[in-house]
């Protein structure tokens, strides 16, 4: 079983940065590629950003490419987001979730979520 808990979220002016953490709550967390997928009202989830068990491959969804990066720190089991150059339509619920091993962009494809930190981006 893998815990996740997502921190970092908040309100925040057009143009700012935000920086999100998800701790897990796993023994082998250098084992579990990571994802960060966002979900706003009446909308799908969408892939935001993904990183591999190392951290040597990192995805990311088209609409944040050149604003945000994924990265890890496994030894504090521990996966960030940070987001820059913020816009309104950024403005979701973001979710942090683990798959074993391989990167995936899929949702479906992973087994353990957060409970997701809202974001919110002011024009």
């Known amino acids: 079983q893998v815990l996740l808990v997502e921190s970092g979220g908040g309100l925040v002016q057009a143009g700012g940065s935000l920086k999100l953490s998800c701790v897990a709550s796993?023994?082998?967390?250098?084992?579990?590629?990571m994802g960060w997928f966002r979900q706003d009202l009446g909308k799908e989830r969408e892939f935001v950003a993904g990183?591999?068990?190392?951290?040597?491959?990192?995805h990311y969804g088209d609409s944040v490419k050149g604003r945000f990066t994924i990265s890890r720190d496994n030894a504090k089991n521990t996966v960030y987001l940070q987001m820059n150059s913020l816009k309104p339509e950024d403005t979701a619920v973001y979710y942090c979730?683990?798959?074993?091993?391989?990167?995936?962009?899929?949702?479906?494809?992973?087994?353990?979520w957060g409970q997701g930190t809202q974001v919110t981006v002011s024009s």
């Open positions: 979730a683990a798959r074993l091993l391989v990167l995936r962009e899929n949702s479906d494809e992973y087994n353990y």
């Open positions: 990183i591999n068990f190392s951290g040597g491959v990192t």
């Open positions: 796993v023994r082998s967390f250098s084992s579990y590629a």
